[in-house]
């Protein structure tokens, strides 16, 4: 069975970075795209940032751009968010999913990880 586990959130202050990161198994990795989509309390689901299975291709939301990045390591099957510039609206769980092609919807994705925390505040 595929499965995605989550790590690397927490707590920081506005301006500072965190690095999420996703592995995932029982799936050729190498073949499979990914996105990173995060949830507010109170609010739905969004799109944060996908990337397609050779990494050529990434897209993100208007409100990471220039702060987040997106990337992968085919041969440790996992997939990254580089968080810069973090802001207290960053704040959110943040989930990793998969599926065999890149989506910036969450209905485009078949397979999701548990979540990990991520909150920004002073």
């Known amino acids: 069975q595929v499965q995605l586990v989550e790590s690397g959130g927490g707590l920081e202050q506005p301006g500072g970075s965190l690095r999420l990161s996703c592995a995932v198994s029982g799936r050729t990795f190498s073949s499979t795209a990914m996105g990173w989509f995060r949830q507010a309390p109170g609010k739905e689901r969004e799109f944060v940032a996908a990337i397609s299975w050779s990494g050529v291709w990434t897209s993100y939301a208007d409100s990471v751009k220039g702060r987040f990045t997106i990337s992968r390591d085919n041969a440790k099957s996992t997939v990254y968010l580089q968080m810069n510039k973090l802001k207290p609206e960053d704040t959110a769980v943040y989930y990793c999913?998969?599926?065999?092609?890149?989506?910036?919807?969450?209905?485009?994705?078949?397979?999701w990880g548990q979540g990990t925390q991520v909150t920004v505040s002073s």
């Open positions: 999913a998969a599926d065999t092609t890149e989506s910036v919807v969450a209905t485009g994705y078949d397979y």
